[in-house]
Nanobody, 127 residues
């Protein structure tokens, strides 16, 4: 099972940017699809973005489309999430996840599709 470690969270103001990183333990997983989810207090965990292994194709939640960008940084064994124009509604704990396969899984927005999770990193956006 791959180990995932997120970093980069923090407290920012509305309109600011943050870049989250998810480092995975084995270079093998540079070919696996990797996703970002988030969970706000009292809410269910929700899908944010995913990048496939082979092609690097990306998919985003409607709420972040055009503001967030997911990318793979092979030199760091990481998948990053660049978040721009943040709003208070983006406040949540952000998690990266791996489904253990190279292609984007069917139903990729459902957390149960993923068998490896990081510990999460807190993002707080003040108004």
């Amino acid at each position: 099972q791959v180990q995932l470690v997120e970093s980069g969270g923090g407290l920012v103001q509305a309109g600011d940017s943050l870049r989250l990183s998810c480092v995975y333990s084995e270079r093998t997983f540079s070919n696996y699809a990797m996703a970002w989810f988030r969970q706000a207090p009292g809410k269910e965990r929700e899908f944010v973005a995913i990048i496939s292994g082979p092609s690097g194709r990306t998919y985003y939640a409607d709420s972040v489309e055009g503001r967030f960008t997911v990318s793979r940084v092979n030199a760091k064994n990481s998948v990053d999430l660049q978040m721009n124009n943040l709003t208070p509604e983006d406040t949540a704990v952000y998690y990266c996840a791996c489904a253990g396969q190279k292609n984007v899984p069917a139903g990729y927005s459902h957390p149960y599709k993923y068998n490896s999770w990081g510990q999460g990193t807190q993002v707080t956006v003040s108004s």
